[in-house]
């Protein structure tokens, strides 16, 4: 592995700098307050140029790790990524918001090449986007060249490595970067990885000292549920409903079933479509678009569907079937809930699925000379999905330690095993009933026959074979179908039972079976119960929203998503207009102060989504402006007495206290010497107090001298990074100042 150190370039003049820098960009174009675990590092690398290695559960919050650099640092920088539709839903998202990128990838006009060159060349856009492929030809690398580019970010880098789950052969060229740009930084994004992947990325991209992160795979929003399976439509219907008028994705593993259980959940007047890669270009991109412009509610799909999707809202993932490897499933299922409420992911599971992925793999080694190491590693990964659908354990704790990270919670309240939905009972009586069985037929039939003779069915092959004379006939009539053969499949991934055979498998005794007929060996087995209650998390992320006019809000969504053609999603998540819906406030400047709404939104966007609160409170005589409360004091008029920038939000005893002090107009050396503190820590205090606040007047602590001068370097250079106007000031004026009154600027053109 290449360990050579180059020397971190940072584009901040101080850490202070960037905080500021950062801050503002998040509020400009994210609306967002605050950053998730592991971003600032992340942020903090691509601004330093050291290259890094950053792993993210879905929803996460990866491409705020490369979307901010660019912004902070003043730069271009390149963004890899895998596929076209992904690049171009992001580049919407982040020109819905004022962010100016831009996606080449095939099919691009030579007008519009000569156009974008320009435009790059003119220093218009932070990010470009680009596929594995486009990003090596020598028109692109010269156009790089020429840009400047100081940093490429490579999205869904598992891709690099033959140990991940899918293994792309034009990545493993990206380490060509390395020659093209040597002084530009590389920093490889990811959402499952585990030490052996990782180890690979960093080697193959050659990265250098890097800054590796690990957030934690944990996704306490999801609600995990493994559901053994019986009747795959019947159950997906019934999960569907308890989703009803939502985004849910259904998997499968062939096209063929993604289209049969499309047209099933049709017939059941589910609005429902199919995706796969067989399907014409147009017809999948019809599917797709329907399905992010909220005119879909649900995609059956193989594979082939959701890398390309960013849709934020999406309530449920059903797994028709196993998937082949954990990592697949943490990424499919990953894809709910990446708005950070509460969503549903249910894993339909039979141990019939891992014949049927081990038919699969057999036929591909068949395909391809020198299959073996891969056919082995395939059945590894395998191995790991089965024991964590079969064992009952916490699926959050599953999930989180085979990723190599420890658990710390005894019950993690979202998932079948710790609400209790799946119970585990001693069911040595049932196993003995049924061994007995598979030794009276002899060894030689597959379980649906065993089933029958256990229940006493009537069928010609249980007649011709005499086996309604045996001792085990009918023994287990009062058991359901369904439940006998859930019974067999536990009892073979025990390894008490099993089964052999291609095409036509039989049950087979060992030497674990005999241990139990014997009374040797106790057998224990999951049953899933009858009624599966509203998740905590699911019930909180409902708390206190009004629904009607959540749909309402919706509804505003939708249309201006059609007028603009773009996704639904792009306009405002869910999570956002829940907020709406939560704290219904009765301005703009209050609307703003929900999270996610970026200031370009609230000017061009806030009208209508406040006439839609106007009128359904007035409508059903609600209240307004229902703020969480924080006991502070110092409003302004048209703020309610309990409202933050941002709900909600906890503050500490110490900035609580500081807090105070500026209500009072105490200075800043005043507060120091009160709360502890160093300047710059009280100077930030200040400027976040100064931000929620909003006071007419800010002299009490900085020289209407200097305010005026700040003033006017910001008008005169229309900057909104310190560097600039600190250095047009000469340096006579520190940037606790700046910052302090650029806060106070800005909110002063909300009023």
Request: glycine share 6%; net charge neutral.
């Amino acid at each position: 592995m290449n360990q050579t150190t180059r020397a971190p370039r940072s584009d901040c003049a101080s850490t202070a700098d960037c905080d500021a820098a950062i801050q503002s960009a998040l509020r400009k174009y994210w609306g967002f307050e605050n950053l998730r675990s592991q971003q600032r590092e992340a942020i903090q690398a691509g601004i330093d140029r050291r290259d890094s290695l950053v792993v993210l559960p879905t929803g996460g919050g990866k491409s705020l790790c490369y979307q901010v650099p660019p912004l902070v640092a003043d730069r271009v920088d390149v963004v890899v990524s895998p596929l076209i539709s992904l690049m171009k839903d992001q580049v919407d998202g982040l020109r819905e918001s004022g962010y100016q990128a831009v996606a080449f990838y095939s099919g691009i006009a030579t007008d519009d090449w000569s156009r974008l060159q320009r435009e790059i060349a003119a220093g218009a856009y932070r990010l470009i986007f680009a596929a594995p492929e486009r990003l090596l030809s020598d028109r692109f690398v010269n156009l790089m060249r020429a840009a400047g580019v100081g940093s490429f970010a490579i999205d869904e880098a598992h891709c690099i490595s033959h140990w991940g789950h899918d293994f792309r052969p034009e990545y493993r060229r990206l380490i060509e970067l390395r020659r093209h740009f040597p002084g530009a930084s590389m920093h490889a994004f990811t959402a499952t990885a585990t030490q052996r992947v990782r180890d690979d990325v960093i080697a193959q991209l050659q990265l250098q000292n890097p800054v590796v992160l690990v957030g934690s795979f944990d996704r306490p929003n999801l609600i995990y549920r493994v559901i053994p399976k019986t009747d795959a439509i019947a159950q997906t219907a019934e999960i569907l409903r308890r989703h009803k008028g939502e985004a849910a994705i259904v998997y499968c593993i062939t096209r063929r079933e993604t289209e049969d259980t499309a047209a099933a959940l049709r017939s059941l007047k589910f609005n429902a479509a199919h995706y796969h890669a067989g399907m014409e270009a147009d017809e999948r991109r019809r599917t797709q678009d329907a399905f992010s412009e909220e005119k879909l509610d649900i995609v059956v799909a193989t594979v082939a569907f959701g890398m390309g999707i960013d849709r934020s809202n999406v309530r449920c993932v059903i797994h028709t079937s196993l998937p082949k490897s954990i990592e697949h499933y943490q990424q499919e299922a990953g894809r709910a809930g990446r708005d950070g409420l509460a969503a549903e992911c249910a894993l339909l599971y039979s141990p019939q699925d891992i014949f049927r992925w081990e038919s699969l793999i057999e036929k591909s080694a068949g395909e391809h000379d020198g299959a073996a190491g891969l056919v082995q590693d395939a059945r590894g990964l395998l191995g790991h999905i089965r024991q964590f659908a079969a064992a009952p354990v916490c699926r959050h704790r599953a999930l989180v330690e085979y990723f190599g990270q420890a658990f710390d919670k005894d019950n993690c309240g979202a998932c079948d095993v710790c609400q209790g939905e799946s119970t585990s009972q001693d069911e040595t009586i049932a196993a003995q009933k049924i061994l007995s069985c598979v030794a009276r037929v002899q060894e030689r039939f597959g379980a649906s026959h065993v089933c029958g003779v256990l229940r006493g069915a009537n069928t010609q092959m249980i007649r011709q074979c005499g086996h309604d004379r045996l001792s085990t006939y009918g023994l287990l009539r009062d058991e359901s179908p369904e439940r006998i053969k859930d019974m067999i499949y536990q009892m073979i991934d025990q390894g008490v039972l099993g089964r052999e055979g291609g095409d036509r498998p039989v049950l087979k005794l060992n030497t674990l079976s005999w241990e139990v007929m014997r009374g040797a060996r106790r057998v224990r087995m999951r049953k899933q119960t009858d009624a599966i209650e509203t998740n905590a998390a699911e019930s909180q992320t409902w708390a206190d929203v009004d629904r009607g006019l959540f749909d309402a809000l919706r509804d505003v969504r939708r249309r201006i998503a059609d007028s603009r053609s773009i996704p639904a999603f792009m306009v405002f998540s869910d999570a956002t207009l829940r907020d709406m819906a939560r704290c219904r406030p009765s301005s703009l400047t209050l609307l703003h102060r929900i999270s996610g709404v970026s200031e370009k939104k609230a000017s061009e966007l806030g009208d209508e989504f406040m006439t839609a609160i106007h009128q359904y409170c007035a409508a059903n005589a609600l209240s307004r402006d229902r703020f969480p409360a924080t006991g502070l004091s110092g409003s302004r008029p048209d703020r309610p007495t309990d409202a933050l920038r941002k709900p909600p939000r906890r503050l500490s005893a110490v900035l609580l206290r500081a807090f105070e002090m500026f209500d009072h107009g105490e200075s800043i050396d005043a507060v120091m010497e009160a709360v502890q503190r160093a300047r710059s820590t009280v100077s930030s205090y200040l400027e976040q107090w100064i931000a929620e606040h909003r006071p007419a007047d800010i002299s009490a602590w900085v020289k209407r001298e200097d305010y005026q001068r700040v003033s006017g370097a910001i008008t005169a250079l229309g900057a909104t990074l310190l560097k600039p106007i600190f250095e047009h000031l000469n340096g006579e004026i520190d940037y606790e100042t700046i910052r302090c009154v650029k806060a106070h600027l800005e909110t002063a053109e909300e009023k």
